[in-house]
């Protein structure tokens, strides 16, 4: 095959969202936000592709990655771990949640993503459920009053369920 054919099929979940948005270069936050379901991060050669599909520079399209936080520009688990900080939850516990998760998935604060790609582990200032706290959300689903033993409990039932 052919280096341009390998770089369109390679390419070819990202033509088909930048072809729902017309090329619209006015949609690149959502261009963005699609692709990054896809491949669970923003990888460098396909922000360029998407650059050259808008007709934009490189530079614009990583300065909109790199400025939002919901965009990663690194590779995440398919399971991402949001353990809320904020004063609600950092007061009822939830730097202990972190701890025994970070623990028990052999991740610090530097490694966050396990080896197996599964799990990402990441502190975040507010997920705005303080009556709820301590609170931490799984691929967007919100679980509260959560202990760390409540915490382990959710890994290893995903984990379970992974295996099957």
């Known amino acids: ?8 099929r390679k390419f070819e979940t990202v033509c088909q969202i930048l072809d729902k948005h017309q090329r619209d ?15 669970r991060y923003l990888p460098e050669e396909v922000q360029a592709y998407i650059a050259t599909g808008l007709g ?5 399209v990583y300065g909109v ?17 949001h353990i809320c900080d904020g004063t609600a939850c950092h007061v009822k516990g939830s730097g202990l949640i972190k701890e025994r ?3 028990k998935l052999n991740l610090s604060s530097e490694k966050i993503t396990t080896e197996d790609m599964l799990f990402t ?3 975040v200032s507010c997920l705005g459920a303080c009556g709820l706290a301590p ?10 009053q959560v202990t760390p033993e409540k ?11 992974e295996k099957n």
Not at 65 to 78: D, R, V
Request: hydrophobic share 45%.
């Open 101 to 103: 998760l970070l623990s």
């Open 121 to 123: 582990v990441e502190a």
């Open 56 to 60: 934009l520079s490189p530079a614009r």
């Open 65 to 81: 990655a790199s400025f939002y936080a919901n965009f990663s520009l690194e590779p995440k688990g398919k399971y991402v771990v």
């Open 25 to 39: 270069p006015s949609k690149l936050i959502p261009i963005l936000q699609e692709v990054q379901k896809v491949y």
């Open 1 to 8: 095959m052919c280096p341009e054919c390998k770089a369109a």
């Open 151 to 161: 915490a382990e409990e959710l890994i290893d039932a995903i984990a379970a369920q």
């Open 135 to 144: 609170v931490v959300t799984i691929n967007e689903k919100v679980y509260g």
